[in-house]
């Protein structure tokens, strides 16, 4: 069955494939060049990827190996040894590639990259600092959206998903033009979604819902998941992202907040955005050439004097740095700086203070602006910070005493500030709005834990471990609780059976 076909015949099943195969049959072209940019090669199934070892400064040792039977990543440390065949490869590879192992139903992330600039495979961003790096970090939803078409997360677990996992592998179409149903129904303009012709704040959004990173978190709305948001919307009908006031430096995600600081952007009333250069479809590489033509349609016959044989604007005013949070990777920098390492023409910074990137529904500002300080507290381990963000959704929760996420921002808050019988007040409203939530057992068994009631707490987290078999974090709790119950046995079984489980074993 051609792709035609498959379009006329089955419209019904769009979301369930590859809507690039639906696009392709009006769209050959455009499909075929999006699927060579970046975005297109977001994430893929692992082909015959480089062999390579390297060894950390802690003493682990990791080696890289294909066969016919897939590509394998095996650690050894203190004697002993782990392998596991890597699921997914996630990343254009223009930069790096970061890699996903899968275990039953569950996505973890492998501490091993592959840097394409150096050639060599070494620590992935954020595990340079772990002691014995592992491959125990969850990949949750949030992570994952920004590399696949459709994961199939499930509510209420860390990393647990459907099967297939993804529905489509890399970002697809749908993510930038928005569902295909009714255009499908009805060809033409009007029912599709351009971006460009968007208003600003929408037609920002779909680069923003990837590219802006905030910092490193984002606030859903009530009854919001992050896969709600789609193409003509605005970001904040669904999820609120704060940065840093005085945020400085260049990170792995930081391209619309770079430009954003620029004197090209500022000056532009809007109309400058990332798709004035960058084209998701582009029918031939970019070029300085390129690049250079796009300036010049602003600044024409005003650089004549002081750029008299100007050949590559974006080497002098927008030169490669180093990612603060990109281990070995070097990016452009989008601050359009008028000299290379002149920071002059930038905004001065006046604080740390945390602000929304567009603000959110006003019934929502100070509920969202809470919950950001509640979490930016507890990942900085700033006191303060928590301690603000406490007061904010105190005061706020009567107007919605059955908001999940502000109750267990709450309990976060105070069992962070030393208080656990408070946090389990609020844990256990929590778990009885969403009763079936395996993190929200958790995080009421870490209550009970902190506060001294360790049948409790075994009980609840027993409870989350029946939820989801493979949470790792509620594992290692439990096993406290058993210990501190004099039942070291029973902890050594349970942490056995998880280290099994985790190697695929079955019993």
């Known amino acids: 069955m051609g792709p035609r076909l498959l379009r006329c015949a089955l419209p019904a099943l769009v979301p369930l494939i590859l809507d690039a195969q639906v696009c392709q049959s009006c769209h050959p072209k455009e499909v075929a ?52 065949r890597v699921a997914y490869a996630l990343g254009s590879g223009n930069h790096a590639t970061s890699y996903l192992i899968q275990v039953r139903d569950h996505l973890f992330q492998s501490p091993v990259c592959y840097f394409t600039a150096r050639g060599t495979y070494d620590l992935c961003p954020g595990y340079d600092q772990t002691a014995e790096p592992d491959f125990t970090r969850p990949v949750g939803e949030e992570c994952v959206l920004c590399h696949s078409g459709q994961p199939q997360h499930v509510s209420g677990t860390a990393n647990q998903y459907g099967q297939p996992v993804f529905l489509e592998d890399a970002i697809s179409c749908e993510r930038c033009h928005g569902p295909a149903q ?118 024409e016959g005003q650089l004549t004097k002081s750029h008299p044989s100007a050949a590559d604007c974006v080497s002098c005013h927008m030169a490669r740095r180093p990612a603060q949070d990109g281990g070995h990777i070097v990016l452009t920098d989008h601050r359009i700086r008028k000299k290379p390492h002149d920071d002059a023409d930038e905004p001065a910074a006046r604080s740390e203070e945390l602000r929304a990137w567009r603000p959110p529904d006003p019934k929502l500002q100070a509920r969202n602006l809470g919950l950001a300080y509640v979490n930016a507290g507890l990942a900085d381990r700033s006191p303060a910070e928590i301690a ?112 099994r489980a985790m190697l695929g074993m079955t019993n």
């Open 388 to 499: 603000r963000g406490y007061r904010m959704l105190a005061e706020f929760q009567p107007s919605a005493p059955n908001d999940i996420e502000v109750l267990k921002g709450i309990g976060r808050a105070v069992l962070a500030a030393g208080h656990p019988d408070e946090a389990l007040k609020a844990f256990e409203w929590a778990l009885k709005l969403a009763p079936n939530d395996a993190v929200d057992e958790e995080e009421l068994g870490i209550a009970f834990l902190r506060s001294g009631q360790l049948q409790n707490a075994a009980s609840h987290l027993e409870r989350a471990l029946k939820l989801d078999p493979l949470m790792l974090s509620a594992g290692t709790a439990l096993q406290e609780v058993y210990r501190n119950q004099g039942n070291s046995d029973k902890a050594e079984a349970l942490a056995e059976r998880m280290r």
């Open 182 to 299: 009714n255009h499908l129904k009805h060809p033409g303009p009007g029912s599709i979604v351009n971006p460009a012709k968007l208003p600003p704040a929408a037609r920002d959004s779909i680069c923003e819902q990837c590219h802006l990173v905030g910092i490193t978190q984002r606030i859903l709305n009530p009854g919001n998941n992050f896969s709600d948001f789609h193409p003509g919307r605005q970001l904040e009908d669904v999820f609120t992202v704060y940065t840093r006031a005085g945020a400085r430096g260049l990170k792995v995600i930081s391209h619309v907040e770079q430009l954003a600081l620029s004197a090209c952007a500022r000056g532009s009333q809007g109309k400058m955005w990332c798709g004035t250069c960058h084209d998701p479809h582009p029918q031939a590489p970019p070029t300085s050439r390129f690049y250079n033509h796009i300036c010049q349609t602003c600044h």
């Open 33 to 84: 060049a999006y699927l060579r940019t970046g975005m297109g090669r977001s994430l893929r199934h692992p082909g015959s990827e480089p062999k390579g070892s390297f060894r950390t400064a802690s003493g682990t040792t990791f080696t890289v190996r294909s066969s016919t039977n897939g590509v394998f990543q095996r650690m050894e440390r203190f004697g002993g040894s782990a392998e596991y």
